[in-house]
């Protein structure tokens, strides 16, 4: 969601004639856009900050000027505390602001210093934020759904990016077919809670995330749809039915369970069981049976016992992910497990956290080597580092490369940069630590095939 945010502050500041720039040595303006989630994540800012305020000396030295401005969950959570350790700050601005950066820009201009703004405002701040000018490429984010209203025990998300909000549906739908026209042809729904989405549609009824999906569809030029992130809870048998009937949804969810123990899901108020996940995973796989599943884990969360990791890695075990995240337990300020003693030794944590990456990674290893041979639909992105090379993911978002000087086709151009945005069947041939590489099978009868099932 950052990466989308970043996207729209740049696309709000164009007017003022910024443009974006890859380096801080030569920009006017740095926007550091931050994220809270854990304490590492927050701690990274000052780190940086630290480098830029040297930038910013060296600027003012020469008769210069360098912008700072903080954005993201940090800013929201620390605002005050964050311009009095880093009063060269010019600029903070929380999630819910976006839509008035440009503004607090123009006042940093006149001289204004020190400027947060960390409210929640009521104007609705995607009203004013929709792309612009920027591609977003072949693969776009679209945030339909922000915010939080489910309060898991150890999470700054509903503090920091506030109560659940749902995007109408019309807006989203134009914006998909704004970001289609651009070239994309994946899309990627974005929310803290994405299946929460029940915005209102067209006529005025309430659409969840289901119905959208299928509206999102019927966009022209949209092949493949993806959601993230989505808790158990809000999984309902609509969702469950579209991974059955739109082809466009791919088959790889990322659906958090953080624990398999019954106690620390309930400790943690994440409103399921282990067995209701199980459960839950058994009737999406029955609709949908090439559906591969990525979650979310916090070992060492307060009170976990070693009774209570075995029962994470024997859920681990039963479920088998093709991918997944592990996370130490930080505490996060004002969340209430923060307060709650933490019995675990943090060398026991270490140990958990090793053991459980050890399994995924041993479970993502050979959901990979069982794709070695198949023919998949890849998307083909970028080109690669090499020359000839070209970067597609499947539709598990395995990345893959083919060498297109071995590519025997009429309908591309010398170098084979014509495929990208476009779908071709691969043979995944050889695994590497993250990625594979492939072959394209038929190339020009089968990209005929999918470029007319895009354009139609
Ligand atoms: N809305 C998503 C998660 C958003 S946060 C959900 O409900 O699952 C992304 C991930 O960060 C979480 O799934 C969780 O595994 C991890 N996380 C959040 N707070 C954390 C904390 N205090 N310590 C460690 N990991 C945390
Ligand atoms: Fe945080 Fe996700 Fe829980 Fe919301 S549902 S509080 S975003 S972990």
């Known amino acids: 969601m950052n990466v989308y945010d970043s996207a729209r502050m740049a696309d709000s500041l164009s007017p003022l004639g910024f443009e974006e720039t890859l380096a801080p040595e030569g920009a006017d303006l740095v926007i550091i856009n931050t994220c809270h989630i854990r304490e590492r994540a927050a701690e990274k800012l000052y780190s940086e ?7 910013k000396q060296e600027r003012q030295a020469a008769g210069g000027k360098l912008t700072l401005a903080v954005a993201g969950c940090v800013a929201q959570a620390e605002g005050a505390e964050l311009l009095a350790r880093a009063p060269f700050v010019d ?20 001289g204004a210093r020190g400027l947060m703004d960390t409210e929640f ?21 679209l945030t ?7 309060f898991c025990t150890f999470c700054v998300v509903p503090y920091t990016r506030g109560a659940e909000y749902s995007r109408p549906a019309a807006d989203i739908i134009a914006e998909a077919r704004h970001l289609a026209s651009l070239g994309a042809v994946e899309l990627t729904l974005l929310g803290q809670n994405v299946n929460a989405y029940h915005g209102v549609g067209p006529e005025g009824a309430d659409w969840g995330l289901a119905r959208l999906i299928e509206e999102l569809a019927d966009v022209p030029g949209l092949a493949r749809i993806r959601y993230t992130t989505s808790h158990p809870h809000d ?3 609509a969702l469950i039915a579209a991974h059955r009937d739109v082809p466009e949804l791919m088959p790889f969810l990322h659906l958090p369970v953080q624990s398999g123990s019954d106690s620390i899901l309930a400790a943690m108020n994440r409103k399921h069981t282990a067995d209701e996940y199980r459960r ?56 209430p497990a923060a307060d709650r003693d933490d019995g675990v030794p943090e060398a026991e944590k270490d140990a958990r956290l090793a053991a459980l990456l050890d399994l995924l990674r041993e479970q993502q290893d050979s959901f990979n080597d069982a794709m070695l041979g198949q023919i998949v639909p890849v998307l ?35 170098t084979g940069m014509d495929l990208i945005g476009r779908i071709a069947e691969t043979r995944l041939d050889e695994r590497n630590a993250y990625s594979f590489s492939g072959t394209l099978i038929n190339g020009v009868e089968q990209m005929t095939e999918t470029m007319m099932r895009i354009s139609a």
């Not at 900050?49 to 930038?55: P, Q, T, Y």
């Not at 600029?91 to 006149?110: K, N």
């Not at 969360?301 to 009774?307: L, S, V």
């Open 380 to 414: 083909f992105e970028k080109p690669g580092r090499h020359p000839n090379q070209l970067v597609g993911r499947t539709p598990y978002l395995q990345p893959v490369h083919i060498d297109t000087s071995l590519m025997r086709t009429g309908l591309l151009d010398k």
């Open 235 to 237: 999984v309902d048998d």
């Open 49 to 55: 900050l630290g480098r830029l305020r040297l930038l």
């Open 121 to 141: 405002p009521v104007e609705p701040k995607f009203d004013s934020l929709a792309p612009q000018r920027h591609a977003e490429g072949v693969t776009a984010f």
């Open 91 to 110: 600029i903070v601005v929380g999630p819910q602001s976006y839509h008035r950066l440009a503004e607090l820009v123009t006042r940093s201009d006149d």
């Open 144 to 150: 339909v759904q922000e915010g939080c209203d489910k």
């Open 280 to 335: 839950l995973i058994g009737r999406l796989r029955d609709a949908r049976p090439d559906l591969a599943l990525s979650s979310d884990f916090i070992v060492g969360f307060p009170g976990e016992t070693a009774a209570d990791f075995e029962a994470t890695l024997r859920l681990v075990r039963d479920i088998g992910f093709a991918q997944a995240f592990a996370f130490k337990y930080s505490p996060r300020p004002g969340t």
